[in-house]
């Protein structure tokens, strides 16, 4: 079942949405040549916390940390360690925060110093494919739109997405119903209604879609180690058309 939240409940989640978007403001201007994934954990757990959330990865399924850092192949769920960043790397950049019940979650790729211009166009066809995802979140649509729309942008592109790892309704909990896949034909799935919240997350790789989990449990990795993009917004559905809740450019 998809749960429709009030506009109390939404209004929890906007907040909880607000600290996400300047906590990775917060970790985009951070990264540089020679920080360590953990510093920047260390980082956003303690930006969470001083905004007056709490860390919603932290413990969750027993993940260590309160951030996902997912650098070049890797994909999703890296897990932050003393690894440190080197001209030419992306960082994925995954943060959720808990407040007063209710989740929010969003996630960015960040470029290291310079990166090769075909690096540059891949950031910058995994967030377009986020924004055509996006667009379609508005009622009377179906879900598969969503999925649609981002297949489209990146194939057409010559990306390819990933379809081990999937989008996600949020609210009380992190993961709620529906899956949201990256791809799919459109007009299929649960009709769109003013209510629903969706974390809708493309993750593209720069060669094949293919990924697998590495021996920590945790981090997906592209099977032919192709680099890989994930880009991430919290959305709420209304009346109006589709509301971001996690702005990171606000």
């Not at 749960?3 to 209004?11: A, H, N, T, V, Y």
């Not at 891949?122 to 009377?140: D, F, N, Q, T, V």
């Not at 179906?142 to 609210?171: K, N, P």
């Amino acid at each position: 079942m998809i749960e429709l939240k009030s506009p109390s409940q939404m209004e929890l989640m906007k907040e909880a949405g607000r600290i996400v978007g300047q906590v990775l403001r917060r970790l985009k201007e951070a990264v540089r040549p020679g920080i360590s994934t953990l510093e920047l954990d260390h980082l956003a757990e303690e930006a969470i916390l001083k905004l007056g959330g709490r860390p919603a990865f932290k413990g969750y399924r027993g993940f260590p940390a309160s951030l996902c850092t997912s650098v070049n192949e890797e994909v999703v769920h890296g897990i932050p360690s003393r690894r440190r960043l080197q001209p030419g790397d992306i960082v994925g950049l995954d943060v959720g925060v808990a407040l007063e019940g209710y989740f929010s979650d969003a996630a960015i790729t960040v470029p290291v110093d310079g990166i090769e211009p075909k690096v540059a166009n891949l950031l910058w066809i995994a967030e377009s494919a986020l924004r055509k995802g996006i667009h379609m979140a508005k009622p009377s649509g179906r879900l598969s739109d969503i999925s649609h729309a981002i297949q489209q942008e990146v194939e057409t592109h010559g990306y390819s997405v990933v379809r081990d790892f999937v989008g996600h309704g949020i609210g009380t909990q992190l993961h709620e119903a529906p899956q949201i896949p990256n791809y799919g034909k459109p007009g299929y799935g649960p009709v769109l209604k003013s209510g629903m919240v969706l974390a809708i997350e493309p993750m593209v790789n720069q060669g094949k879609p293919e990924v697998e989990v590495l021996a920590d449990g945790w981090t997906a990795v592209t099977k032919d180690r192709s680099l890989s993009a994930h880009f991430e917004h919290t959305v709420a559905v209304t009346d109006d058309g589709p509301e971001i809740l996690t702005r990171w450019n606000a």
